[in-house]
């Protein structure tokens, strides 16, 4: 068993920064593929970014590619988000999500593991 906490949400203008942190219970996790999902109110989850459990490869929704960076570190079982010049449509409740395999890329989302979720919200 996994278990994900997520930090570092919180308020933040248009052209803003803020980097999420997610950290996992298990060492074990290290060698998990790890991802960041988000759902604004009345809409699906959605993949948002995921990287695999070396580092090597990284994937990135289109609209969030040159803005946030997802990165690890394994040997504190965390994975982060940076996200840069944030918009207005990146509001949502962001959820980090662990998986032995690999994260899905495309709807519908099904890692193994979520956390709990750290709510993002842009203003204009």
């Known amino acids: 068993q996994v278990h994900l906490v997520e930090s570092g949400g919180g308020l933040v203008q248009a052209g803003g920064s803020l980097r999420l942190s997610c950290a996992a219970s298990?060492?074990?996790?290290?060698?998990?593929?790890m991802g960041w999902f988000r759902q604004a109110p009345g809409k699906e989850r959605e993949f948002v970014a995921a990287?695999?459990?070396?580092?090597?490869?990284?994937y990135y929704k289109n609209s969030v590619k040159g803005r946030f960076t997802i990165s690890r570190d394994n040997a504190k079982s965390t994975v982060y988000l940076q996200m840069n010049s944030l918009k207005p449509e990146d509001t949502a409740v962001y959820y980090c999500a662990a998986d032995r395999g690999h994260i899905a890329t495309v709807p519908p989302p099904d890692p193994e593991y979520w956390g709990q979720g750290t709510q993002v919200t842009v203003s204009s």
């Open positions: 990287i695999s459990w070396s580092g090597g490869s990284i």
């Open positions: 298990a060492r074990t996790a290290s060698t998990y593929a």
